[in-house]
Protein backbone atom coordinates (compact mmCIF):
# COMPACT_ATOMS: atom_id res chain seq x y z
CA UNK A 1 0.00 0.00 0.00
CA UNK A 2 1.20 3.66 -0.47
CA UNK A 3 2.24 5.78 2.18
CA UNK A 4 0.11 8.83 2.49
CA UNK A 5 2.23 11.31 2.93
CA UNK A 6 -0.89 14.50 2.92
CA UNK A 7 -4.22 14.79 3.97
CA UNK A 8 -4.88 15.32 -0.14
CA UNK A 9 -4.04 11.12 -1.04
CA UNK A 10 -6.23 10.61 2.26
CA UNK A 11 -9.10 12.58 0.82
CA UNK A 12 -8.70 11.10 -2.64
CA UNK A 13 -8.53 7.70 -1.66
CA UNK A 14 -11.53 8.32 0.47
CA UNK A 15 -13.69 9.71 -2.05
CA UNK A 16 -12.58 6.20 -4.84
CA UNK A 17 -13.85 3.97 -2.17
CA UNK A 18 -17.66 5.99 -1.10
CA UNK A 19 -17.37 6.74 -5.43
CA UNK A 20 -17.18 2.69 -5.74
CA UNK A 21 -19.96 2.18 -3.01
CA UNK A 22 -22.55 4.48 -5.16
CA UNK A 23 -22.00 7.76 -3.77
CA UNK A 24 -21.37 10.56 -5.85
CA UNK A 25 -18.79 13.26 -5.29
CA UNK A 26 -20.61 16.58 -5.07
CA UNK A 27 -17.31 18.86 -4.03
CA UNK A 28 -14.08 18.46 -2.15
CA UNK A 29 -12.68 20.87 0.56
CA UNK A 30 -15.37 22.84 0.91
CA UNK A 31 -14.37 26.43 3.17
CA UNK A 32 -16.26 28.81 5.16
CA UNK A 33 -15.50 31.40 7.84
CA UNK A 34 -15.53 28.48 10.75
CA UNK A 35 -15.10 25.71 9.08
CA UNK A 36 -14.65 22.87 6.25
CA UNK A 37 -15.49 19.80 5.24
CA UNK A 38 -13.16 17.51 3.40
CA UNK A 39 -15.73 15.50 0.67
CA UNK A 40 -19.63 16.53 0.49
CA UNK A 41 -21.10 13.08 -1.12
CA UNK A 42 -24.44 12.46 -2.71
CA UNK A 43 -26.07 8.90 -1.94
CA UNK A 44 -29.24 8.67 -3.69
CA UNK A 45 -31.26 11.52 -1.64
CA UNK A 46 -28.90 11.96 0.84
CA UNK A 47 -26.47 14.53 1.42
CA UNK A 48 -23.16 13.22 3.01
CA UNK A 49 -20.68 15.22 4.40
CA UNK A 50 -17.64 13.27 5.52
CA UNK A 51 -14.59 14.15 7.30
CA UNK A 52 -11.37 12.20 6.57
CA UNK A 53 -9.06 11.00 9.31
CA UNK A 54 -5.70 9.72 8.63
CA UNK A 55 -3.26 9.10 11.81
CA UNK A 56 0.12 7.78 10.48
CA UNK A 57 0.33 6.87 14.73
CA UNK A 58 -2.44 5.49 17.36
CA UNK A 59 -0.01 7.51 19.57
CA UNK A 60 -2.06 10.47 20.50
CA UNK A 61 -5.33 8.64 19.23
CA UNK A 62 -6.95 6.66 16.49
CA UNK A 63 -7.94 8.64 13.73
CA UNK A 64 -11.51 8.21 14.89
CA UNK A 65 -10.72 9.41 17.92
CA UNK A 66 -9.38 12.65 16.77
CA UNK A 67 -12.86 13.58 15.47
CA UNK A 68 -13.51 15.56 18.84
CA UNK A 69 -16.83 17.62 19.94
CA UNK A 70 -15.06 20.83 18.52
CA UNK A 71 -14.63 19.38 15.14
CA UNK A 72 -18.08 18.14 14.99
CA UNK A 73 -19.62 21.44 15.63
CA UNK A 74 -17.12 22.85 13.14
CA UNK A 75 -18.61 20.22 10.36
CA UNK A 76 -21.88 21.19 11.26
CA UNK A 77 -21.49 24.85 10.75
CA UNK A 78 -20.16 24.21 7.95
CA UNK A 79 -22.70 21.90 6.66
CA UNK A 80 -25.38 25.10 7.52
CA UNK A 81 -23.33 27.53 5.68
CA UNK A 82 -23.00 24.91 2.35
CA UNK A 83 -26.46 24.25 2.07
CA UNK A 84 -27.88 27.75 2.44
CA UNK A 85 -24.94 28.58 -0.40
CA UNK A 86 -26.95 25.62 -2.15
CA UNK A 87 -30.32 25.52 -2.19
CA UNK A 88 -30.80 23.08 -4.59
CA UNK A 89 -29.43 20.39 -2.45
CA UNK A 90 -30.63 22.14 0.33
CA UNK A 91 -34.38 19.74 0.67
CA UNK A 92 -32.51 16.14 0.44
CA UNK A 93 -31.85 14.53 3.99
CA UNK A 94 -28.13 14.68 5.61
CA UNK A 95 -25.92 12.89 7.35
CA UNK A 96 -22.14 13.22 8.43
CA UNK A 97 -20.10 10.17 7.67
CA UNK A 98 -16.03 9.39 9.04
CA UNK A 99 -13.42 8.01 6.76
CA UNK A 100 -10.91 6.89 9.05
CA UNK A 101 -7.49 5.75 7.82
CA UNK A 102 -4.91 3.98 9.46
CA UNK A 103 -1.69 2.12 10.03
CA UNK A 104 -2.71 -1.52 10.71
CA UNK A 105 0.28 -4.50 10.11
CA UNK A 106 1.91 -2.86 7.46
CA UNK A 107 -0.76 -1.73 5.42
CA UNK A 108 -2.98 1.48 5.27
CA UNK A 109 -7.07 0.19 6.77
CA UNK A 110 -10.13 2.02 5.68
CA UNK A 111 -12.87 2.87 8.29
CA UNK A 112 -16.30 3.84 6.89
CA UNK A 113 -18.39 5.47 9.62
CA UNK A 114 -22.05 6.29 8.25
CA UNK A 115 -23.99 8.65 10.21
CA UNK A 116 -20.50 8.85 12.95
CA UNK A 117 -22.67 11.80 14.51
Request: charged share 25%; glycine share 6%.
Given at each position: ?8 A ?7 H ?19 I ?25 A ?8 Q???R ?15 L ?25
Amino acid sequence: MPTFRTGRAAEARAARHLRARGLSLVTRNYHCQGGEIDLVMREADVLVFVEVRYRASATFGSALESVTFTKQQRLRRAARHFLVHNTDLSRLACRFDVVALSPRRGRVVLEWIRNAF
